[in-house]
């Protein structure tokens, strides 16, 4: 498949799970990818899987919740290929934590990699489109942004800014060129979420329509079409891989 053969794509997040999976869709449908993790053993194997499919793809190592980080990931990128025209922001962690047992350092990290790690992503690719007149950002968010979740308040919290933040600049620079749009799975078979207790899996699979989580793929797929020419007129919007835990 050729679909995103334009795209000259940076995943951060990108050595595991849903990161790792949009990194090899991309690839698969054209696009050029930098592997963005702060692992960066976990940045090369995802490559490596890019590289024996016959894709093209660079590993980079960078956490996200600082300058530093974000610049390196474009830096690559642009070294090796003139430019970014896609930004996926997906770099992320997860705790499980009452919120009266919640520090401030616990609230802080969170929020630095989520949220801030998405304006810092969004701020450096802006400037690049705008002189482009192009440019697409996903930034991937999460259904607990939408409706809340038990025992992951900061979670929700840096999800739920994620998805205002998309909105904002969608409105700011969509009649410019760029479309901001953004992705809130329901909870997905990663490592990530196996961090969680067993008592809130299963809790939470049997809230769900499906009765059952969804995969790393089904979020790459959907991320793969709001990249693509098809998803043109989708501007603002959050898509919704969640198994039917939020239906709008």
């Not at 449908?29 to 053993?41: C, H, K, Q």
Request: hydrophobic share 45%.
């Amino acid at each position: 498949m050729s679909r995103l053969a334009m795209h000259r794509a940076i995943v951060t997040g990108a050595g595991a799970g849903i990161g790792r999976a949009i990194a090899i869709r991309l690839a698969q449908e054209g696009a050029r990818v930098v592997v963005n993790d702060v692992s960066l053993s976990a940045a090369r194997e995802t490559v490596a899987m890019i590289l024996a499919d016959d894709g093209i793809a660079l590993a980079v190592e960078g956490d996200v919740s600082t300058t530093e980080g974000i610049e390196r990931a474009f830096l690559q990128c642009e070294g090796a290929w003139d430019h970014c025209s896609l930004l996926v922001n997906n770099a992320g962690i997860v705790q499980q934590i009452p919120f009266r047992k919640m520090e401030p350092a616990d609230w802080d990290r969170m929020i630095a990699v989520h949220l801030r790690g998405c304006f810092l992503g969004c701020r450096r690719a802006i400037d690049p489109m705008l002189n482009r007149g192009a440019g697409i950002i996903v930034n991937i968010a999460s259904q607990l942004g939408q409706i809340g979740g038990t025992d992951l308040a900061h979670y929700s919290a840096a999800k739920a800014g994620i998805i205002g933040l998309t909105k904002a600049l969608a409105r700011e620079f969509s009649d410019k060129g760029i479309r901001v749009n953004a992705v809130a799975p329901g909870p997905v078979n990663t490592e990530l979420v196996r961090t969680l207790s067993t008592d809130w899996r299963e809790a939470k699979a049997a809230q769900l329509p499906l009765g059952r989580f969804g995969e790393p793929e089904d979020v790459a797929a959907t991320v793969a079409f709001l990249s693509s020419p098809e998803a043109k007129t989708y501007v603002g919007q959050t898509l919704g891989p969640n198994c039917g835990d939020v239906m709008l």
